[in-house]
């Protein structure tokens, strides 16, 4: 996608472990003027986020150009008149993932993935559960087969990391390139033996 006309993208972050996903992909596309960021925290990912690191709902709401509320079923968001180009859910809880496979639309979260998936806009879901039941196997068909993206945050190694934030940047920068967004990350690519 160019890089010329301003865009939106939600970013979502539920309840699964690994809130710093979503906190890093913020981080990134932050400076990205031309990329309007919409983001839905939800009270589980609140949860979270509080639990898992230092970052507290004011940091993130700072790097989002909209935040909305998870109950706001009547957002923008909700609707495929508005033009947004795209959503990654960074953590996807496997509840979110549920409702996401069923057409659950029961909260803004689900609601605008869904319109994602009946737009055919690009929809990243970073599953966090492992080891997979076959309830989350079939969850996870029912997406792919719906166009959806399923992308377990599971980092590389090749780049040679120096630590956990090398680990979850490469991986945010992954996301987002999935997400269809040229942003010009640098993000490390295997360039063979």
């Known amino acids: 996608m160019s890089n010329a006309a301003t865009q939106h993208l939600i970013i979502a972050i539920t309840g699964a472990s690994g809130a710093l996903y979503g906190v890093r992909i913020l981080q990134l596309l932050h400076s990205h003027t031309h990329l309007v960021k919409h983001l839905i925290l939800s009270p589980s990912g609140l949860t979270t986020l509080q639990h898992e690191t230092t970052y507290t709902k004011h940091d993130l709401d700072q790097l989002a150009n909209h935040v909305h509320n998870p109950k706001a079923i009547g957002s923008c968001l909700a609707s495929g008149s508005f033009p947004c180009a795209g959503m990654i859910i960074a953590p996807c809880s496997m ?8 057409g659950l639309s029961d909260n803004l979260i689900t609601r605008a993935a869904d319109v994602t998936l ?25 997406v792919t087969q719906m166009g959806g993206i399923i992308f377990p945050p599971v980092p590389s190694f090749y780049h040679n990391p120096q630590s956990i934030h090398d680990l979850v940047t490469n991986t945010a ?17 295997w360039k063979g033996l």
């Open 95 to 102: 509840r979110t993932l549920s409702a996401v496979a069923n």
């Open 118 to 142: 009946k737009e055919r806009r690009k929809l990243v879901l970073m599953v966090r559960e492992t080891p997979f039941n076959l309830a989350h196997i079939r969850n996870m068909e029912l």
């Open 173 to 189: 920068k992954h996301a987002i390139a999935l997400a269809g967004f040229d942003v010009e990350l640098n993000r490390e690519i």
